[in-house]
């Protein structure tokens, strides 16, 4: 509670939500979900009926056991929705207060979430890549962005069936719109990266770091080798390098011209971060490893099963 006081969560919540004619205001029910979240990171159905009985919300927050049901859970996500965008510029400007957070780097990745069910009612569910192996299952994807130590700043709901890379430009406005262009760097996974999007950071002169496809590397096999490595710490070295012209992909026409309109923000040539990682390099090799016994395991079955066979040839 006194965490949610020194956010300002409460005095702003009943700010937008205004107590109506409902039983329990549901200021309070989106406090039950916020707090019973910290408590224990599970569904609402557990809140209402397992979790919130065991704790001491029922006197901090003065809502009676019988009151909290999933039903009345369910719909105070409801009723909070249409106040996303509020909530998270209030969060963002009381974590900079308390926290001293800086927001110059920002890290952006998309997950994904499952139902059990038709989903008839939710036009965003569809299916596409799971990244919980239930391609059976209907999904909505889940774009999310975090400052550098980890705090959210904001979040987007896509159609189950969206690409990753097809959401960049969608939530970069998104989270520009809410809180200005500052001069910051976005921080993506190779997943993101096309043509489309790294002209588009370009043409609002918009810093990056971007994941880079290993079929690249070839175009480093200098650098890769020499000498110049920076240890960052145990285990992890990089070292900057220009980008190379092999490298440099063609550009189409199209983008072309939307570079060209962007002025000379989108001229500035791309420097490469190399990285060399000891612990990465163990994983990748126990990968090969099991993947080779994998093999070898296979073709002894095969080899004993062509042994067993009765020989027909005479």
């Keep these: 509670m ?7 969560i409460t005095e702003v919540l009943r700010s937008v939500m205004p107590r109506g004619r409902e039983d329990i205001e549901w200021a309070a029910m989106v406090q039950v979900l916020v707090l019973g979240r910290l408590c224990e990171p599970t569904s609402e159905l557990r809140i209402a009926e397992h979790l919130y009985e065991r704790t001491a919300l029922v006197d901090l927050l003065g809502v009676p056991c019988d009151k909290v049901n999933d039903d009345r859970l369910y719909r105070a996500l409801d009723e909070v929705l249409p106040h996303k965008v509020g909530l998270e510029k209030h969060l963002k400007e009381r974590y900079g207060e308390l926290f001293g957070l800086e927001y110059d780097l920002l890290l952006y990745d998309v997950t994904s979430t499952y139902f059990e069910g038709e989903c008839k009612a939710n036009e965003q569910a569809k299916r596409g890549y799971s990244r919980d192996h239930r391609p059976d299952c209907k999904q909505v994807c889940i774009g999310l962005v975090v400052s550098k ?11 189950g069936n969206r690409s990753d890379v097809t959401t960049v430009e969608e939530i970069v406005n998104a989270i520009e719109e809410k809180y200005g262009s500052a001069d910051r760097i976005w921080v993506m996974d190779r997943g993101m990266v096309s043509e489309e999007n790294i002209a588009y950071l370009k043409c609002g002169g918009r810093r990056y770091i971007l994941g880079t496809p290993k079929s690249r ?39 072309l011209r939307r570079l060209k309109g962007c002025g000379p923000q989108a001229d500035g040539n791309e420097t490469f971060i190399l990285c060399r990682s000891k612990d990465r390099q163990e994983k990748e090799k126990a990968i090969h490893e099991r993947f080779e016994k994998r093999i070898g395991e296979g073709l002894k079955r095969i080899t004993d099963s062509c042994r067993q066979r009765p020989d027909t040839s005479g």
């Design 2 to 8: 006194e965490m949610l006081e020194m956010l300002g």
């Design 217 to 255: 590397l070839k175009a480093f096999e200098n650098q890769l080798l020499d000498d110049g490595w920076e240890v960052v710490r145990e285990g992890l070295e990089v070292k900057l390098c220009p980008s190379p012209e092999s490298s440099a992909e063609p550009t189409s026409p199209k983008l």
């Design 149 to 159: 130590n980890g705090m959210p700043l904001g979040y987007e709901v896509f159609d």
